[in-house]
């Protein structure tokens, strides 16, 4: 590649990096290898028109050539840059025909100088698929008519409860879990007897539970926080989509919660005409067994 192409590639790099930061370690890795081919063209170059010269040179001044290039970097990269510098100008006091190898690696000096700056630059974080749905899910509950956010408070205040109660029972069920096993290993006479207990507990509860019992306390608890804080989101996240899709400027809404979970019955009315009828149900299942909480959120439209 033309020496002329690179020290392009290499400026619109330097811009897009002062204009936007570093994105990526690939974006990182591709700005110091072009350095890298910039600083290699330019010692190629010259080493290229020093073989030429010496095709003229007696064997007494080709000799004492290559015995002193011996001693030298023939390839330099970023990172060797200053170390090559130092000796490529003592070479150049020693021998003048490494002059140009000196001056060659000095006129690269701004590039390097900038390829070492941005390797001290963070990398900017790359926005995950939950961070996007989470910016998603905020934008979409700012425009929800009031009307509607009023509907999805209210299905809240009915889930939130009862999710509790699944909750608290599922920490007393992990707690006696934890102490049965802890029985059952102590009970164990050998390495083998309490691998079978292992064995047992992942074939009755599954592996998440064994977890669960045999980590500390405390991570346990942050874990079953975190499960009841997402079995919440779950249904907002539902509630906020179904209804986003609606004008709407008032709404009715009746609860009612029985052994299956939460049942919603609401209206959706704009301009005095109603919108639309909605069944909602949150269905707990698995809340009073070790298996994890599952809440199901069905959406049924009647007609309006």
């Not at 290499?10 to 910039?38: M, P, W, Y």
């Not at 190629?44 to 010269?53: F, G, Y």
């Not at 079953?224 to 989101?233: D, F, K, P």
């Amino acid at each position: 590649m033309k020496l002329d192409i690179l020290v392009t590639k290499h400026n619109e790099a330097v811009r897009c990096i002062d204009d936007n930061g570093l994105s990526t370690k690939e974006q990182l890795k591709s700005f110091v290898a072009n350095v890298n081919r910039i600083i290699d063209l330019k010692l190629s170059q010259v080493a290229r028109d020093a073989r030429i010269a010496l095709k003229n040179a007696d064997k007494k001044q080709q000799d004492s050539y290559f015995d002193l290039s011996c001693s030298l970097p023939y390839t330099v990269y970023v990172h060797q840059h200053k170390g090559a510098l130092a000796k490529f100008e003592k070479a150049s006091k020693k021998d003048p025909r490494f002059l140009p190898h000196y001056e060659a690696l000095l006129s690269v000096s701004e590039y390097v100088q900038q390829a070492q700056y941005v390797k001290t630059l963070e990398i900017a974080p790359r926005e995950t698929a939950s961070e996007k749905e989470r910016k998603n899910q905020e934008a979409r509950w700012k425009t929800l008519p009031n009307a509607s956010k009023a509907v999805v408070d209210a299905i809240m205040d009915a889930v939130t409860p009862e999710v509790s109660k699944h909750h608290a029972k599922r920490i007393e069920m992990v707690a006696e879990l934890r102490n049965s096993y802890k029985k059952e290993i102590s009970a164990a006479k050998d390495g083998k007897g309490k691998f079978q207990v292992k064995q047992n507990a992942i074939a009755k509860y599954g592996i998440g539970v064994l977890s669960l019992i045999t980590a500390p306390v405390e991570d346990a608890d942050a874990i079953l926080v975190r499960e009841r804080a997402s079995e919440l989101e779950k249904v907002r996240i539902s509630a906020t989509k179904r209804l986003g899709t609606y004008e709407v400027d008032k709404s009715s809404v009746t609860v009612e919660t029985g052994l299956d979970g939460i049942e919603c019955q609401f209206t959706l009315y704009n301009n005095g005409e109603t919108v639309g009828n909605f069944g909602f149900k949150a269905i707990l299942a698995g809340g009073y067994n070790i298996q994890r909480l599952h809440l199901r959120t069905i959406f049924n439209e009647a007609s309006a």
